[in-house]
């Protein structure tokens, strides 16, 4: 009996997909289809699959082709795929040629040609519309909105708008969008979504006025440094049935949903203690204790919640801003601390103590694929990784749709009042 095996995501399964498997079947008398899982498929950046992977198999299955179906977690998988199930002929398509050559150690290499004029993302891209972002921002760098958002179907960049006439045309030729708009109002116009990119003094106007279209929005937070404005935003955005969301891009991936489940699931017993701490090297960064501080906080509210008993904030400061400042919050049975600095006064880590066992996140933890845990027992550390390119805002975009395909505005990213908070503790501190 000839073995042939052949891999797919199969989504929005149509003709296409049906044609390889028949001609695959072809090859032998029992045929295995390797289907991506969803890790797998998060693991290497394809964050476009609509269907679930319960659908897929199952539209697998009803071609009446297929003699087994198996799951494919991991790159790499294939090898032992091959040398697992005694496969004979390896069949993939046509726009894979050349990739698999290596295959040819262990059994049969095919590469088929696809059906022409048909695929998973012109399916996509016909029966599910794009939602057009605009771009409101005062830098030259795009914080990877751009490239991401190619990775997610369903998104367009409509174009660009800055203050700056000179500043928007560069941005638009940097980035080879189509559009640089001359106001603010005719970005509006011509976007679903609003990304505010711009110095904090600035963004409450440009995103009271987007949601005020009815404009969905994202934001780098803080949105403001007042708790009260804060408030007003995410009021003014559910009573416009749009979603107003922080550009917090950490809490959306693998890895940070994990450590969370890890700590309020008890894994590593009661939380004792709370430690992070984020540095940059740049004085020219106008807001960078504020965004800084807002980044360092999100995990601590994630995690330990708003709940905190008393702030003990400690500030130094240079000039008209502060240039270091660690905060300790009291709760009934634990501590967090919290520190942000300029220039290298702190190490970029995160760090949660439990009773059973302690989480550690080191270097850059915000955007880290990775993470280890100490059993306090044993004295064992387990590493868990996640593989992931790009800094997450695919991940954020991914939800968006998830979001809008259940009609909510709220993210469980970072719930409002979770957002209201840190802004809560940056108006305290600036009090100070």
């Not at 693991?43 to 319960?54: E, P, Y």
């Not at 972002?133 to 958002?149: A, K, L, W």
């Not at 309020?264 to 501080?293: A, P, R, T, W």
């Not at 259940?406 to 908070?421: D, I, M, R």
Request: contains cysteine; hydrophobic residues 35%; glycine residues 8%.
């Amino acid at each position: 009996m000839r073995k042939v095996i052949t891999y797919g995501t199969f989504d929005l399964f149509h003709q296409g997909h049906y044609n390889i498997l028949k001609r695959a079947k072809e090859y032998g008398d029992y045929l295995i289809v390797g289907v991506t899982g969803d890790s797998y498929d998060i693991s290497r950046g394809k964050l476009s699959v609509h269907d679930d992977i319960a659908t897929r198999i199952e539209n697998v299955k009803n071609t009446g082709l297929v003699d087994a179906i198996i799951i494919e977690e991991y790159l790499g998988q294939k090898i032992s795929d091959v040398i697992k199930y005694d496969i004979d002929t390896f069949v993939i398509g046509d726009d894979w040629r050349g990739k698999f050559d290596h295959l040819g150690k262990y059994c049969d290499v095919v590469y088929l040609e696809r059906t022409k004029n048909i695929s998973s993302t012109q399916l996509r891209e016909e029966n599910f519309p794009a939602h057009h972002i605009g771009i409101i921002t005062d830098q030259e760098n795009d914080n990877t909105i751009v490239s991401e958002s190619k990775l997610v179907s369903g998104f367009k960049i409509s174009g660009v708008y800055a203050d700056d006439e000179e500043l928007r045309e560069k941005f638009r030729e940097k980035y080879q969008l189509e559009t640089a708009f001359d106001s603010e109002m005719a970005l509006f116009e011509a976007s679903d979504i609003v990304y505010v990119r711009t110095r904090i003094e600035d963004r409450y106007d440009y995103i009271k006025e987007a949601l005020e279209m009815g404009k969905h929005v994202i934001c780098d937070p803080p949105f403001t440094i007042s708790a009260k404005k804060q408030r007003e935003l995410f009021d003014l955005a559910k009573d416009r049935g749009v979603a107003l969301i922080d550009n917090v891009k950490m809490v959306y991936v693998r890895v940070f949903n994990q450590i969370m489940w890890m700590c309020h699931g008890g894994l590593i017993g009661d939380i004792l203690q709370f430690n992070c701490s984020v540095s940059k090297n740049d004085k020219n960064i106008k807001d960078f204790f504020d965004e800084l501080m807002a980044l360092a906080l999100t995990p601590m509210v994630k995690i330990m919640g708003t709940d905190y008993t008393k702030m003990i904030p400690r500030l130094i400061r240079e000039g008209d801003g502060v240039e270091f400042g660690s905060i300790v919050f009291e709760y009934p049975s634990a501590e967090a601390i919290v520190k942000v600095g300029n220039n290298v006064r702190v190490k970029n880590q995160m760090e949660i103590i439990g009773s059973k066992g302690t989480i550690r996140l080191k270097d850059n933890w915000w955007k880290s694929n990775y993470f280890e845990m100490e059993d306090t027992e044993t004295g064992e550390t387990k590493i868990y990784n996640m593989n992931f390119a790009g800094n997450g805002f695919k991940f954020l975009l991914k939800e968006m749709l998830v979001m809008f395909g259940n009609n909510k505005t709220e993210s469980a990213g970072l719930f409002p009042e979770e957002s209201v908070k840190i802004s809560e503790i940056l108006e305290e501190i600036h009090r100070r």
